[in-house]
């Protein structure tokens, strides 16, 4: 297969690993991507940690929360001046409340219609991307963050075992800050007890390779693989980040702290992450 520039540019955008180190991987992985992104994680070159997404287009990206239900959107367009359009910004302001108001979980030709109704004034393609709908419980929270003209969009929500300590100021702030810490990070997984099997198994073997690498005597090697490993949990689980607002201390000890001052058992139950243009 031939290792074109563009694959080659493809890779070390990804990986983050050097153009001449990402050309040489192609070659032994034989034009083979996800072997050649794994070689380059082997060797120490790759940024294990870094999100893999394929740009695709312009758009912009919406949350609402109201009535026990939020939702995050996205609209796609051609370019990022109808991005930044009123009517394209109205419109997917719109389609959340259409989304919340009529419990939809999917796009339904009702949503379609009115993106054609833009597309035909505007003159320019446009789509509703994605979307998804989420439920909140009594005695949970949804806080949103949405980061400059929508070029992505947080969701994240908390849980208390005494509702009244949802409405603490403190409380808010931190839902807040754990938006703006998923907008900074981006975190892969909520903590290091949802990483899948498939990952989890990569990974070591990933770091066992780079071990034996280093000639390190075969006794040590699991108790240095599980040091790697949970040191990458603290770069891709979003429990085990350091916080975004303190990064002396992870999100989950910032609130272990709170939940004390808050006098209830408080947890991060989910969030979700659109970043315009990509697909994660």
């Known amino acids: 297969m031939e290792i074109t520039a563009d694959i080659v540019k493809k890779l070390r955008d990804v990986t983050g690993a050097g153009m ?3 050309k040489k991987a192609l070659v032994q ?3 083979d991507f996800a ?4 070689i380059l994680k082997e ?3 790759a940024a294990v940690a870094k999100r ?3 740009a695709t287009n312009n758009g912009r990206a919406f949350t609402l929360v109201k009535n026990g239900k939020a939702v995050i959107l996205e609209m796609a367009c051609e370019t990022d ?3 930044r359009n009123e009517d394209f910004t109205a419109l997917g302001q719109q389609l959340c409340h259409d989304v919340i ?3 939809y979980t999917s796009s339904v030709p009702a949503l379609d219609a009115k993106v054609q109704d833009l ?3 505007i003159k320019e393609n446009m789509s509703l991307k994605r979307f998804e709908l989420i439920d909140i419980a009594g005695n949970q929270m949804v806080s949103e963050y949405v980061h400059g003209e929508g070029s992505l969009a947080v969701l994240v929500k908390l849980e208390s075992d005494k509702k009244e300590a949802l409405a603490s100021d403190a409380v808010k702030q931190f839902a807040f800050d754990c938006a703006l810490h998923v907008a900074a990070f981006s975190p892969r997984y909520l903590s290091s007890k949802d990483v899948d099997a498939a990952y989890l198994a990569e990974q070591t073997e990933i770091f066992t390779k780079q071990t034996l690498a280093l000639g390190k005597p075969e006794k040590v090697v699991a108790g240095i693989v599980q040091g790697k490993l949970a040191k990458h949990f603290s770069e891709v689980c979003f429990l085990q980040q350091p916080f975004v607002k303190d990064d002396t201390q992870s999100v989950e000890k910032v609130l272990t702290v709170l939940s004390k001052e808050a006098g209830a058992n408080l947890s991060i139950v989910g969030y979700n992450y659109y970043r315009v243009g990509v697909e994660e």
Do not use: Q, S, Y
């Open 35 to 38: 072997k050649a992104e794994k």
């Open 81 to 83: 001046f109808v991005a």
């Open 52 to 54: 893999a997404g394929r």
């Open 101 to 103: 108001d009529h419990g």
């Open 20 to 22: 001449m180190d990402c």
């Open 29 to 31: 992985a034989e034009g």
């Open 119 to 121: 597309i035909t004034k």
């Open 43 to 45: 060797m120490g070159l």
